[in-house]
């Protein structure tokens, strides 16, 4: 199993893939605090994109932290587009069946607010490429937020994360829906995610300014992160040229309180 074949996975796993996140700690939280650390003040017209949505765990993150927001949604599994659009949704929120690589297709056009990519970018075959992309949908000044796992950086998540993966997630996968190969694919492809230090840097190659990262809470700490940026506005867009770090990188190994720093607004 590989990136490509994810979506259809996910299509498999779909009717049973909200209790098994329900019963993970932190896990809606964590996205809720993703979402608030983006910074976002509420206004009329605020557009925002959901990448990789699922079965919109994401998409009421986003609506917790500025409710009244418009948000596209979009996933590549149709069945857990489906488990999503079961739920109560307000009106501003529209639901997308698409790859990434083909959003344009599926009419999904910036400028977007802000964007929000909940384990998504671990999956993309080119993860350089999709940053830019990101980079291309966003209005000038508005934040990208990155939620996903790294562990490649530090001995002591990866031994807690293999911990989790084979003593917790993947025998529960099993149980629940007969299979692991997605649960076991998921252990795979985070232990083989960039480093926290590595995909900051990708953000700022990509053209991203104020990157930074934060952890979570609980055994996700300096496990799951916050990856954080934003497209630069328009008055300082020629500051933003070369790939040097900006101030407010944290790449350190030091424990960050799991609240992080206020993302610039």
């Given amino acids: 199993m590989g990136p490509t074949s994810v979506p259809r996975a996910f299509d498999a796993h779909a009717r049973s893939y909200d ?56 996933d590549g599994s149709a069945e857990m587009l489906a488990q999503a659009r079961r739920k109560n949704w307000p009106p501003g929120v ?4 698409s790859r990434f690589e083909d959003l344009a297709r599926a009419g999904v056009t910036g400028p977007f607010d802000g964007i929000l990519a909940a384990y998504l970018v671990r999956n993309l075959p080119d993860r350089d490429d999709g940053l830019r992309r990101m ?6 000044g508005a934040p990208l937020a990155v939620h996903e796992y790294s562990v490649r950086d530090s001995l002591r998540s990866r031994l807690i994360w293999n911990s989790v993966a084979w003593g917790v997630i993947i025998p529960m996968g099993r149980l629940r829906t007969g299979s692991a190969d997605l649960y076991t694919y998921l252990w795979r492809s985070v232990r083989g995610f960039d480093g926290v230090k590595a995909f900051a840097a ?33 008055e300082d867009a020629a500051d933003a040229a070369g790939p040097t770090a900006p101030e407010g990188l944290d790449l350190s190994d030091a424990d960050t309180p799991p609240q992080g720093t206020p993302t610039a607004g």
């Fill in 202 to 234: 990708r953000m700022v190659g990509a053209g991203f300014t104020d990157v930074r990262t934060q952890t979570m809470t609980g055994w996700q700490t300096h496990i799951v992160h916050t990856f954080l940026g934003r497209r630069p506005a328009a």
């Fill in 94 to 97: 529209r639901f997308v069946h």
């Fill in 135 to 140: 980079y291309d949908l966003l209005r000038p």
């Fill in 19 to 74: 209790k098994l996140v329900n019963a993970n700690p932190g896990y809606h939280e964590h996205l809720r605090m993703s979402a608030r650390r983006m910074g976002l003040k509420r206004r009329p017209g605020l557009r925002l994109l959901d990448l990789g949505c699922g079965t919109g765990a994401s998409t009421a993150a986003l609506l917790d932290a500025v409710p009244g927001a418009e948000v596209v949604a979009v």
